[in-house]
């Protein structure tokens, strides 16, 4: 599991909003990324898992992936350390990776309000304002 991969696809995964299955992609994206690595590699849930996180039908999850795929915000991924934890050919689920490179263009002014601005080294800064004392 990785806070990143998620954090992106809670946050800045450009899924298109109007879309009619919009928030299929976003719970799908989620689920996938809660088996990501920290880079967004390497997620392999199998669809029945996915299933049982979304409450989607099987085939409602594949169209997903398909779409997510054609979006570009997943992509097919390498499949050695899937085969080298799951023996069983039959059983081996399709491998992803995220593409949490791929985020929104939003000016400054248009960033959620949760958004603290970041600090060169990735930690979350705020301002706190000092009242002169009367």
Same mark, same amino acid.
């Given at each position: 599991?990785?806070? $990143?991969?998620?954090?992106?696809?809670?946050?800045?995964?450009?899924?298109? &909003?109007?879309?009619?299955?919009?928030?299929?992609?976003?719970?799908?994206?989620?689920?996938?990324?809660?088996?990501?690595?920290?880079d967004?590699?390497?997620?392999?849930?199998?669809?029945?898992?996915m299933?049982? =996180? *979304?409450?989607?039908?099987?085939?409602?999850?594949?169209?997903?992936?398909?779409?997510? $795929?054609?979006?570009?915000?997943?992509?097919?991924?390498? &499949?050695?350390?899937? !085969?080298?934890?799951?023996?069983?050919?039959?059983? +081996?689920?399709?491998? =992803?990776?995220?593409?949490?490179?791929?985020?929104?263009? *939003?000016?400054? !002014? $248009? +960033?959620?309000? !949760? !958004?603290?601005?970041?600090?060169?080294?990735?930690?979350?800064?705020t301002?706190?304002?000092?009242?002169?004392?009367?």
């Open positions: 599991m990785s806070v $990143e991969a998620i954090s992106w696809a809670l946050n800045h995964a450009p899924i298109p &909003t109007d879309r009619k299955d919009a928030s299929t992609l976003a719970i799908t994206l989620i689920a996938l990324a809660s088996h990501a690595g920290r967004g590699g390497d997620a392999f849930p199998s669809v029945e898992r299933m049982r =996180y *979304t409450r989607l039908s099987r085939r409602t999850i594949q169209r997903s992936l398909r779409s997510l $795929e054609e979006l570009g915000l997943i992509r097919p991924g390498n &499949t050695h350390l899937r !085969d080298a934890k799951i023996p069983e050919a039959n059983a +081996r689920p399709q491998v =992803y990776n995220l593409a949490l490179s791929t985020r929104l263009s *939003t000016a400054p !002014d $248009e +960033r959620r309000q !949760d !958004d603290a601005p970041l600090t060169s080294g990735g930690v979350t800064t301002q706190t304002v000092l009242q002169p004392s009367r």
